[in-house]
Nanobody
Framework: QVQLLESGGGSVQPGGSLRLSCVASERTETMGWFRQTPGKEREFVAC????????YYADSVKGRFTISRDRAKTTIFLQMNSLNVEDTAVYYC???????????????????WGQGTQVTVSS
């Protein structure tokens, strides 16, 4: 069972930045981030697909967030800039194998989930 451990959450003012990290106990083909607010379903944020490293983003974060992966492919990062209050959520690191491109934004396709880290954007 792959274990994922997130870090880097916290509180920041609107317009600020945070950097999330996630370390996996072993390599998975695809790694990414989802987020969730109370009463809502988990929402795709970004992912790095397979070993080729193609990145995908939700429209709501495109241009503000950047996902990256280390060379060992066991750690990913999410650099979040120009944060706004709508970005407040619990952010989950996810991992999965044999995902196809059309399924990358579906939470059910990811077999491995971290415990989540809270990101709060507030003035």
């Amino acid at each position: 069972q792959v274990q994922l451990l997130e870090s880097g959450g916290g509180s920041v003012q609107p317009g600020g930045s945070l950097r999330l990290s996630c370390v996996a106990s072993e390599r998975t083909e695809t790694m990414g981030w989802f987020r969730q607010t109370p009463g809502k379903e988990r929402e795709f944020v970004a992912c790095v697909w397979r070993n080729g490293g193609t990145t995908y983003y939700a429209d709501s974060v495109k241009g503000r967030f950047t996902i990256s992966r280390d060379r060992a492919k066991t750690t990913i990062f999410l650099q979040m800039n120009s944060l706004n209050v709508e970005d407040t959520a619990v952010y989950y690191c996810v991992g999965g194998n044999r995902l196809i491109q059309s399924s990358l934004r579906q939470a059910s396709q990811y077999a491995y989930w971290g415990q989540g880290t809270q990101v709060t954007v507030s003035s």
